[in-house]
């Protein structure tokens, strides 16, 4: 059988992956706002200078266990879904 050392640190990456969707939850659901004061305010859906920001704040907490490439493809795929949200 699984060593119990193995099962309980999936346990806890489980937990994890929890809180990470509620959290991308809650970030999409912001971003539905923001989608819609675009479309009032007649904004288009994709800022990329706003993107960029991010990425260069996102990569300053990269560090042992999260390289700056692996954040950058996480969050570009998280900005694509947001897009999606948005328009």
Known sequence: SMDKRILE????????????IQLL??????SKEVGKLKEELHIPVEDKTRENAIIDRLTQQAGRNLSEEQ???IFAAVFSSSKKVQQ
């Open 25 to 30: 939850k809650k970030r999409m659901s912001i």
């Open 9 to 20: 640190l999936r346990q806890q990456i489980d937990d994890l992956d929890e809180e990470i």
């Open 71 to 73: 954040l950058i493809r």
